[in-house]
């Protein structure tokens, strides 16, 4: 069983920045992709940035690309988003996601961050 803890969201201005940290532990394969996911009020979860343990590849959705960093330390176990120019449009519940070789999935219990304009 893995467990996420999330930290580091909170309210900013917009154009502003912070950085989201989540931290992994319990069992589980050291192979996996750790990645983060947004939900806004009455819209769909949606992928924010993911990153590979091994390649350490990234991926990230259009809508952050340039503002957003996604990067991660294997020894800790965490994994971070770093981001900048914040707009209103990223205020959202961020999820930390954990995917296994097996595709097996687990869940933070998501961290609010509020972008005012």
């Known amino acids: 069983q893995v467990q996420l803890v999330e930290s580091g969201g909170g309210l900013v201005q917009a154009g502003g920045s912070l950085t989201l940290s989540c931290a992994a532990s319990?069992?589980?394969?050291?192979?996996?992709?750790m990645g983060w996911f947004r939900q806004a009020p009455g819209k769909q979860r949606e992928l924010v940035a993911a990153?590979?343990?091994?390649?350490?590849?990234?991926n990230y959705a259009d809508s952050v690309k340039g503002r957003f960093t996604i990067s991660r330390h294997n020894a800790k176990n965490t994994v971070y988003l770093q981001m900048n120019s914040l707009k209103p449009e990223d205020t959202a519940v961020y999820y930390c996601?954990?995917?296994?070789?097996?595709?097996?999935?687990?869940w933070g219990q998501g961290t609010q961050v509020t972008v005012s304009s």
């Open positions: 319990g069992s589980g394969s050291t192979i996996n992709t």
């Open positions: 990153i590979t343990s091994v390649s350490m590849s990234t």
């Open positions: 996601n954990l995917a296994t070789i097996l595709s097996r999935n687990y």
